[in-house]
Every structure is written in structure tokens, then in C-alpha cells.
């Protein structure tokens, strides 16, 4: 194995050991970068420079015997994370210049585990996406196959992971946006419980729903960075001050005891049938290392979280999206007669037309004489699917699902049919929806493209899915092949 495939817990061995440096392992790292990224397109922006200033301060607290589990080790921020000094642009040209004068919490708590940042993910446009292709920069392609899609949101995240870009990486999930891409690039990605990881910093798409998680080779690297961002912060309002556990513990092969349901209403119509046999071989995988499993749970109100997503996801985002003014920061179009005229070509311009349409279909739902009708009408139903888990988790430690319907796609072929491309979430979105914790772990291939198994956890049981993912990546090793590329 080459130093830039290596998982966290493995670099960290040998830089405590003194067997590998930071310098070393971060010029691997950018040297597998500079070799596949003309393929892969992953990355927005590669922070050369400052990786190497933050490795070379790495060696000397690791010299100094001062190292935390992450110390040293190259990780990439999706670029929808305000890093201060270094451009996020949310993959759009409205803020492809912004340089925030801030770090978001998460970067923060990273820098105080001295990590080499390595460079910003491509994603699509302001998180707006399931492919990458909505990214107003250029489409990121999946390593196990350069014709197809990785993935999105955080489609640039999950790609560089899985092309050994990056030792781990950091996303967001809105609606799968971290899974997704997981399953698609054959990676370890977890969305935790809303209000587990601060949103402060992260530039906001729809602020019910975001949150941010990481994409690593493994669960145990799941773990060691979930410990590193995970906690209260008081400038985020839905940051929840519960106590955060060290995660690295509840890691052992033992799942004996546990009980874990299958919603049957999540192998929906349409469903590949490879993707179907690969979920059943890995349910029973699990029902051999001692899980008690019920293929008979219901969730009723399932087939609704679709309609419900793409009601309320895109009311929120043009909320927040009503910043983009073109006069306080970001892009503004200067050829107009009058300031009104200025913002409408500034938006005109400056937002794609993912962007837009989900803008247009947030404004509509909102407005007089449909507010009831339509997001009054969602946040019911959204009431009624997170009642559902609830009740499922009175009975059941995890629920387990296909993260994606499909494999990956090829690049093109959903573009034009926006409704097809929303069903590549439709696996993922009622987790968000509910605000449980969720992960995504390679589960198996079909003719040579990844498969990925979703855990479901109660709120704040991370511990429990992390527990789960680990025993089956135990008993397996779909997590450890690697493309070529």
C-alpha cells in the first residue's frame, strides 16, 4: 500500500511512530492529485502551500511528542465551508471569488487538531444536486468509472477519497448528499443527528436539514473524525448541547443482541435488481455476526418524504438564497440602469438552473394562497415521518436500507429529467427529513460499480450505526478495494 492510501488510523500510527512525516505523506497526497485529478476533477481549489506550512508545523508537535489522532493528516473540505483565507465558492459563480474572513466551527476544530488541509471538493451549485453535474465549475467523475457520475452533493468529497486523493474528506448532507456519493464511490460517509456538528460556517442551502459529516476509507476513520467535530457550539442555534462520547469505543466486532429492521416501503419500484441481491447478501450478513433482523417494518409515510423534501428544502433555500444581492458580497452584474435591475441580472447570472428552479419552486410554495396548501402541508407530513422512526426505534436499535436505488449513472443521462434525478435520493431524503444519523458503507458491486448499505439510527445513537457498519466492515472488504485509476 502506497502512503497516499493509507486510512487516518494507519498515518497516525506511523507518524506517532516517527516512521512517516507529515511533509511525506501530504506531498504523496498532493502528488496523487496532481497524477488523477486531470481525470478525476475533484478538487475546486489544491491549497499546496498551505498543506505543506501546516505539515511541516505538524512534524514539529509531533517531534515535540504533541499528536491527536488527526494531527498531520491531509484532509479536503467541500467548498461549501468558509475557510478563512482560501476561496469557497459552493461550486458557483456567484461566490467564485469570496474569500470568507472566517473559518466555519468544523474548520476550526480541525485546525485545533493540526490537520493539513489540502485543498476545497467540488459539489453541486450551493449543494443543490445528486451528481456533481450541477457544479457551475465542471462535473466531477466517479474513479470506478470516468463515464458516470459520483455522486452529489459532495460528489467532489467522495471522488477524491476513493481515488486516494485525499486520506479522508468533509461533507454535507441535505437530503443524502454525504451517502449518496458514499455508496456511489464505494466510501464510508455518515450524516449525523441534526444539531451533533455545528453548522456555523457552512453556507446554507435549506437550514432545517443541513448537516455536515465526514467521507473516509473506513468506519473506524468515521469515528476518529466524527470525535474531532462533533459538539455544542453556541454560534450555531440548532447545535444541540448533549454530551459527546468517544466514539473510537463503541467500535468493537460484537453485534450480537441487536435488533435491526428492514423497511420494506425503501426497495422501491424500480429498484436494480443487483442492487437488491447485494442488500439482502449483506442483511444476512449481518444476521450471521448475531444481529436479530425483522424484514417485515413499515414505514407508510416513506413514499411522501420525496413531495415533502422538495417542498420545504427549497423554501428554505430561497430564504437563504435571498442574500445573493449582488451588493453586499459575491458576483454583481454592473451593466443596468437601476439597482433593481442590477439584482434580477445579478441572480440572473450569477445562480444556475438547478439553482433557480428550486429558488422558483421555494418562492411558489411559500407564497399568499399556496403557504397552506403546500409548506404548511409538508411540515405535517414531516411530523408524521419522524413520529414513524420514533415508533420503529421502540422497537429496533437500527433500521437498515439501500443508500441509493441505483448504481451510479452516467454522466448526461439524467440531466434533462429533473424528476429522475431527484429519485436518486430517495433512499436518503427521509432521514434528513426525521433529523436521525444515518451512514452509508460499500456493501458489494454490479459489473464492477459500488453498492451502498444505509444504517439508521435513533437521534444521537451514532455510536449504535458506527457499532454496526464496523462489525460488517469486520466481516468484509468491499471497503478496502480501491479503483485503478
Not at 443596468?336 to 440572473?348: H, L
Amino acid at each position: 500500500m502506497t502512503m497516499h492510501q493509507l486510512t487516518i488510523h494507519e498515518a497516525h500510527e506511523l507518524l506517532k511512530a516517527k516512521q512517516l512525516s507529515s511533509v511525506e505523506l501530504t506531498k504523496a497526497s498532493l502528488g496523487r492529485i496532481h497524477q488523477v485529478e486531470p481525470e478525476v476533477r475533484a478538487l475546486v481549489t489544491i491549497t499546496d502551500e498551505l498543506a505543506l506550512k501546516q505539515a511541516q508545523k505538524a512534524d514539529e508537535l509531533i517531534a515535540a511528542g504533541d499528536i491527536s489522532p488527526l494531527t498531520g493528516i491531509p484532509v479536503l473540505i467541500k467548498d461549501n465551508m468558509c475557510t478563512k483565507g482560501t476561496k469557497t465558492t459552493c461550486s458557483s459563480k456567484m461566490l467564485e471569488n469570496f474569500v470568507p474572513p472566517y473559518n466555519a466551527t468544523v474548520v476550526e476544530k480541525l485546525n485545533a487538531c493540526s490537520v493539513v488541509i489540502i485543498g476545497k471538493a467540488n459539489m453541486d451549485e450551493f449543494a443543490m444536486g445528486s451528481s456533481t453535474e450541477n457544479s457551475a465549475l465542471f462535473t466531477t467523475h466517479n474513479p470506478w468509472d470516468l463515464s458516470r457520475v459520483p455522486g452529489g452533493s459532495s460528489g467532489g468529497s467522495a471522488a477524491a477519497v476513493a481515488a486516494s486523493e485525499t486520506i479522508y474528506a468533509l461533507g454535507s448532507d441535505t437530503g443524502g448528499s454525504i451517502r449518496q456519493p458514499a455508496g456511489f464511490c464505494s466510501v464510508t460517509g455518515l450524516k449525523p443527528t441534526y444539531g451533533r456538528v455545528s453548522r456555523y460556517g457552512l453556507v446554507a442551502f435549506a437550514s432545517s436539514l443541513d448537516q455536515i459529516g465526514p467521507l473516509t476509507q473506513d468506519v473506524t476513520d468515521c469515528a476518529l473524525v466524527l470525535n474531532a467535530i462533533a459538539g455544542y457550539d453556541p454560534r450555531d442555534s440548532t447545535s444541540v448541547p448533549y454530551p459527546t462520547p468517544d466514539y473510537t469505543q463503541c467500535l468493537t466486532a460484537n453485534i450480537k443482541g441487536l435488533h435491526i429492521g428492514v423497511p420494506k416501503e425503501y426497495f422501491v419500484e424500480g429498484m436494480q435488481t443487483e442492487v437488491a441481491t447485494a442488500m439482502r447478501a449483506a442483511i444476512n450478513k449481518l444476521e450471521e455476526l448475531g444481529a436479530t433482523i425483522d424484514w417485515e417494518v413499515s414505514l407508510p409515510h416513506t413514499p411522501y418524504a420525496l413531495a415533502v423534501y422538495y417542498i420545504i428544502a427549497p423554501s428554505e433555500a430561497s430564504a437563504n438564497l435571498a442574500r445573493y444581492d449582488g451588493v453586499k458580497y459575491g458576483y454583481s452584474c454592473q451593466d443596468a440602469d437601476s439597482m433593481w435591475e442590477a439584482m434580477e441580472k445579478t441572480r440572473q447570472h450569477g445562480f444556475g438552473a438547478e439553482v433557480k428552479r428550486r429558488i422558483m419552486l421555494g418562492t411558489y410554495a411559500l407564497s399568499a394562497g399556496y403557504y397552506d396548501a403546500y409548506y404548511l402541508k409538508a411540515q405535517k407530513v414531516r411530523t408524521l415521518i419522524r413520529q414513524e422512526f420514533d415508533q420503529a426505534f421502540e422497537k429496533f436499535d437500527a433500521l437498515v436500507t439501500p443508500t441509493s436505488p441505483t448504481v451510479p449513472f452516467k454522466i448526461g443521462e439524467r440531466v434533462d429529467d429533473p424528476l429522475q434525478m431527484y429519485l436518486s435520493d430517495v433512499c436518503t431524503l427521509p432521514i434528513n427529513i426525521a433529523g436521525v444519523p444515518a451512514i452509508s458503507i460499500p456493501a458489494g458491486f454490479a459489473n464492477g460499480l459500488p453498492i451502498g448499505m444505509q444504517i439508521i439510527g435513533k437521534p444521537f445513537s451514532e455510536e449504535t450505526i458506527l457499532k454496526i457498519a464496523h462489525a460488517y466492515q469486520q466481516a468484509t472488504d468491499w471497503h478496502k478495494k480501491k479503483p485503478e485509476i
